[in-house]
């Protein structure tokens, strides 16, 4: 299992396009800035922590280099800046240097990024002609006070042979068939079907096997923040079979089983959806399929996304797979990995190939219409649409996806590797990380409240017995237990209790019994329940254990929050699609979900219920699926109850949900709090008070999104007097 610093991580809130070689990724995480010279001048530069995150701060015009060794070639830089204190033309600049003192500015961010807590993206492409690359990141500024914290700062090479130059790498089956291994990646072109490509009229239904062998002339690591690959047993030294029923539906070919798949691996569980099946002309008789399929980490979120083609034919024959990871939602485990697998292939009827097949249609004809982003100012000609998706905010680099829904329409964005675009964007796993202390956490809790009144005003520690023997807990509700204030923590400073939870093993442990008692006793009990807001996954976790034996006293010892509350009654009739039929849980006979982090969605899934909690006020025909007053609270509609300061304003807490008040960026004359969820690495998403929401998916530390909160306005005011 990955140390406890790992799993940690996965659950704190806040803390890649055509790049195929990391040369730098420094997050000075590890309290070290060696390699970088620093030129204090008239300032001071020095290494600073702000809630478990550490940062280079650059202050007056104090300037830090870095030189590198690199080939020729493209590459993307990039850098994360928050400030405070600038004026005038202050800036916190990022510069490259390709030869001795010719400088380059890549990028900037000036006075009015400047609140001392967002971090803002600036990146750039710089064509290195030889061997010498410097970077440099500096304050730009005249006063003692003005301030620069540079984090996520990254190279990265863009391959030397781009998608064009590899596409005919797996021409035919037949090549497939020679078993040739090949030195570099494939162009994801390879995994879907050519202009060429004709419908397939043969069929294909049975149960496939295939396994992925890595080999070191066939990966690349790209970030390996936790050095797992020093270990004598990495997690790329074996990964598991994937086996599956398939069932072709005209050119669609659809798995048997969705959703998270356990293995006996030690790293690694999967989860496969939808793929393709045609033909192409001179495939002499063969036919071509390929799927979509995730690696995801044991007992954590990171999500590492593949491909796989093979031949078929009427008789059962099939070709070996070749199979690609290319691309993650991942901050600190990154690589490449390829090659040709051994098949295993036999035909026959899948059982239930009539209910999979009408699943799959039912989901696809309930997605949101769906556009590119390009196609916003067709609809909408004086929106800015390069703020979805900005570069400012998200380093092209990290971005896996992104996306915004307005007026029931679904514009889409991203979906880069590092070999050429995702073929099968919609099926792409992404993690929810901690969105899902708002979609399951807050979600199940306000369902429960609706189907049980007073749920909520529950006792904690009447539902859960580790926590009941102190006495400290019986005051505590489940709707303290939901806005992370049980009056039970050691520190009110930022993330510092969350970041303990790893030396006390919280992450790290798999059963239920040791997770409970350590979300139970790890922290001692300060003020009453619902005065403070400290954050606290163990909390979600505590929560949910509530929950379930909350529901198992009315509903039986069947009973399963995560299925009873959500899947069933919403999930399956919203049309979202079955990688969310299962979530994360303990490893033991309890499987109890982990409620804060674990589950995993496609982005259908994701506008679909953004859409379905805003502009449908999560109604379904007309019917409340949740307690409405505790959701139009989380959803920031009731001004009397804004939530509780996490840990100041402008940002809050409530009901599971986040929020910040916009008009602190300084382009609107009013207070609006604008409800949003956010996930490890770089997820945020937003719901707009104007009925749109915007979302993204990244893993570049990246959570900036008013730019792209005050571009809708063009669709639907909600500023009231913005001077934007």
């Given at each position: 299992m990955f140390r406890a610093a790992v799993l940690a991580a996965i659950a704190i809130v806040g803390l890649t396009c055509a790049c195929a070689q990391g040369l730098l990724s420094e997050t000075f995480q590890d309290g070290n800035a060696a390699?970088?010279?620093?030129?204090?001048?008239?300032?001071?530069?020095?290494?600073?922590?702000?809630?478990?995150?550490?940062?280079?701060?650059?202050?007056?015009?104090?300037?830090?280099?870095?030189?590198?060794?690199?080939?020729?070639?493209?590459?993307?830089?990039?850098?994360?800046?928050?400030?405070?204190?600038?004026?005038?033309?202050?800036?916190?600049?990022?510069?490259?240097?390709?030869?001795?003192?010719?400088?380059?500015?890549?990028?900037?961010?000036?006075?009015?990024?400047?609140?001392?807590?967002?971090?803002?993206?600036?990146?750039?492409?710089?064509?290195?002609?030889?061997?010498?690359?410097?970077?440099?990141?500096?304050?730009?500024?005249?006063?003692?006070?003005?301030?620069?914290?540079?984090?996520?700062?990254?190279?990265?090479?863009?391959?030397?042979?781009?998608?064009?130059?590899?596409?005919?790498?797996?021409?035919?089956?037949?090549?497939?068939?020679?078993?040739?291994?090949?030195?570099?990646?494939?162009?994801?072109?390879?995994?879907?079907?050519?202009?060429?490509?004709?419908?397939?009229?043969?069929?294909?239904?049975?149960?496939?096997?295939?396994?992925?062998?890595?080999?070191?002339?066939?990966?690349?690591?790209?970030?390996?923040?936790?050095?797992?690959?020093?270990?004598?047993?990495?997690?790329?030294?074996?990964?598991?079979?994937?086996?599956?029923?398939?069932?072709?539906?005209?050119?669609?070919?659809?798995?048997?089983?969705?959703?998270l798949v356990l293995t006996d691996d030690p790293y690694w569980d999967y989860i496969l959806t939808p793929g393709r099946v045609w033909r192409e002309p001179d495939d002499e008789g063969w036919s071509r399929a390929a799927l979509p399929f995730a690696l995801v980490e044991k007992n954590a979120n990171c999500v590492h996304n593949g491909l796989l083609t093979f031949g078929f034919k009427d008789d059962g024959s099939v070709t070996p797979a070749a199979w690609q990871v290319g691309s993650e939602t991942c901050s600190y485990f990154q690589f490449d990995a390829w090659g040709i697998a051994p098949t295993k292939y036999a035909p026959g009827d899948i059982i239930e190939a009539a209910a999979i097949k009408s699943r799959d249609v039912s989901e696809r004809s309930r997605r949101l219409p769906l556009r590119p982003i390009s196609a916003l100012s067709a609809t909408y000609p004086h929106i800015n649409t390069p703020a979805f998706g900005a570069a400012e905010d998200v380093a092209p680099s990290s971005m896996t996806l992104f996306g915004l829904v307005a007026e029931g329409t679904h514009y889409v964005g991203g979906c880069e590797t590092r070999y050429g675009p995702y073929p099968y964007c919609d099926e792409l796993v992404i993690p929810s990380y901690s969105f899902a202390k708002s979609l399951f956490g807050g979600l199940a809790l306000m369902r429960l409240e609706q189907l049980y009144p007073g749920g909520m005003q529950e006792h904690i520690s009447d539902y859960v017995p580790a926590c009941a023997s102190s006495g400290t807990w019986d005051d505590v509700t489940f709707e303290n237990a939901l806005d992370m204030a049980t009056g039970h923590y050691q520190s009110v400073e930022p993330e510092a209790d969350e970041d303990a939870a790893v030396d006390q093993d919280f992450f790290l442990v798999e059963g239920y019994s040791d997770k409970i008692e350590l979300s139970c006793t790890q922290y001692p009990y300060r003020a009453a329940p619902g005065k403070q807001w400290v954050y606290h996954t163990s909390d979600t976790f505590l929560l949910g254990a509530a929950m379930q034996a909350f529901l198992e006293a009315r509903q039986g010892p069947d009973a399963d929050i995560y299925h009873d509350l959500l899947v069933d009654p919403v999930w399956k009739p919203l049309g979202l699609s079955a990688t969310l039929d299962e979530t994360r849980r303990t490893n033991d006979e309890d499987a109890q979900p982990f409620t804060g982090w674990g589950l995993f969605l496609q982005r259908g899934d994701l506008a679909r219920l953004l859409d379905f909690l805003g502009r449908e006020n999560g109604q379904i025909d007309g019917v409340d699926m949740f307690a409405p007053a505790p959701l139009a609270a989380a959803l920031q509609m009731v001004p009397s109850d804004r939530g509780l300061p996490a840990p100041a304003p402008p940002v809050g807490y409530n009901n599971g949900f986040w929020s910040w008040d916009i008009q602190s960026y300084g382009r609107c004359d009013t207070s609006v709090a604008i409800p949003f969820m956010s996930g490890f690495g770089g997820l945020a998403a937003v719901m707009v008070p104007n009925g749109t929401a915007y979302y993204y998916v990244s893993d570049g530390g990246a959570y900036a999104w008013a730019r792209a909160a005050l571009a809708t306005e063009s669709i639907a005011p909600f500023c009231k007097g913005s001077n934007q």
């Open positions: 390699g970088w010279n620093g030129e204090p001048g008239r300032g001071d530069i020095r290494l600073t922590e702000y809630a478990g995150n550490i940062s280079l701060r650059l202050q007056r015009d104090a300037s830090a280099t870095i030189r590198l060794a690199a080939s020729p070639g493209h590459y993307t830089i990039s850098s994360g800046f928050a400030a405070d204190n600038l004026e005038g033309k202050d800036g916190c600049v990022l510069e490259a240097s390709v030869s001795d003192g010719d400088w380059i500015e890549l990028g900037r961010i000036s006075d009015g990024q400047d609140d001392a807590i967002s971090l803002h993206t600036v990146s750039a492409t710089v064509d290195v002609p030889a061997d010498q690359l410097t970077i440099r990141i500096r304050a730009d500024a005249n006063a003692a006070n003005d301030t620069c914290w540079a984090d996520n700062v990254r190279v990265v090479k863009s391959p030397d042979t781009g998608t064009e130059a590899v596409s005919d790498l797996v021409e035919t089956p037949a090549w497939l068939l020679s078993g040739t291994q090949h030195a570099e990646p494939f162009s994801t072109a390879q995994f879907a079907p050519s202009e060429r490509a004709i419908p397939n009229d043969s069929s294909f239904e049975g149960r496939l096997a295939f396994q992925p062998v890595v080999t070191p002339l066939a990966t690349r690591i790209l970030t390996d923040r936790f050095s797992l690959m020093s270990r004598t047993e990495t997690p790329l030294s074996l990964l598991p079979e994937i086996a599956t029923g398939l069932v072709q539906d005209e050119e669609r070919l659809l798995p048997a089983k969705r959703g």
